[in-house]
T-cell receptor, first 116, second 112 residues
Framework: DAGVIQSPRHEVTEMGQEVTLRCKPI?????LFWYRQTMMRGLELLIY????????DSGMPEDRFSAKMPNASFSTLKIQPSEPRDSAVYFC??????????????FGSGTQLSVL | QKEVEQDPGPLSVPEGAIVSLNCTYS??????FMWYRQYSRKGPELLMY????GNKEDGRFTAQVDKSSKYISLFIRDSQPSDSATYLC????????????FGTGTRLLVSP
């Protein structure tokens, strides 16, 4: 199994531009999560999906952030327009019901976003 | 005040040392406790999971929870250079991930 795959690994953009981050969860996992990691705030949950349906988006900071999961093998996190304070590492994670009982999340390697 | 506090480090130790990593928390409702390990430029991976108070051992790793003091620890025996990573504590009052709160992580460096 290739694990959770995220792209791109690095994204550098200018303030005001649209940014799209992509995630392919582990096959067979029916939960998908988007997290943001910064030095000051650590890992913060932005949104999570169950069976492609958004369950909790209360962590999405602003309307500039949106996430979709059109099918079980693909999700996107979009920021439009981007701002310098959005600079962070964005992680996608997935899990199954079996692993969820042990709070086991499988993380991708993240996307390092820099907004200039 | 943050719900979960963790010293950022770095904590530098020689190979073979016993390492103690700690987190304090303020929410007395937390009862599920985890330790995640994160290597540089990688995502976190679950290392240990414990429910309520007590100890749990897995190889060189021991997780300890003291709910009366709102304090959790991760001990690493016979530390190895490959243990060099950032260690994140995480906790929740419920099963399920929507209420999972992570610490900011402690960076550990084990020198050969």
């Amino acid at each position: 199994d290739a694990g959770v795959i995220q792209s791109p690994r690095h994204e550098v953009t200018e303030m005001g531009q649209e940014v799209t981050l992509r995630c392919k969860p582990i096959s067979g996992h029916d939960y998908l999560f988007w997290y943001r990691q910064t030095m000051m705030r650590g890992l913060e949950l932005l949104i999570y999906f169950n069976n492609n349906v958004p369950i909790d988006d209360s962590g999405m900071p602003e309307d500039r952030f949106s996430a979709k999961m059109p099918n079980a093998s693909f999700s996107t996190l979009k920021i439009q327009p981007s701002e310098p304070r959005d600079s962070a590492v964005y992680f996608c994670a997935s899990t199954s019901d079996r692993d969820a009982t042990n709070e086991k999340l499988f993380f991708g390697s993240g996307t390092q976003l820099s907004v200039l | 005040q943050k719900e979960v506090e963790q010293d950022p480090g770095p904590l530098s130790v020689p190979e073979g040392a016993i390492v103690s990593l700690n987190c304090t928390y303020s929410n007395s409702a937390f009862q599920y406790f985890m330790w995640y390990r994160q290597y540089s430029r990688k995502g976190p991976e679950l290392l240990m999971y414990t429910y309520s108070s007590g100890n749990k051992e897995d190889g060189r790793f021991t997780a300890q929870v003291d709910k009366s003091s709102k304090y959790i620890s991760l001990f690493i025996r016979d530390s190895q250079p490959s243990d060099s990573a950032t260690y994140l504590c995480a906790m929740s009052a419920y099963t399920g991930f929507q209420k999972l709160v992570f610490g900011t992580g402690t960076r550990l460096l084990v020198s050969p």
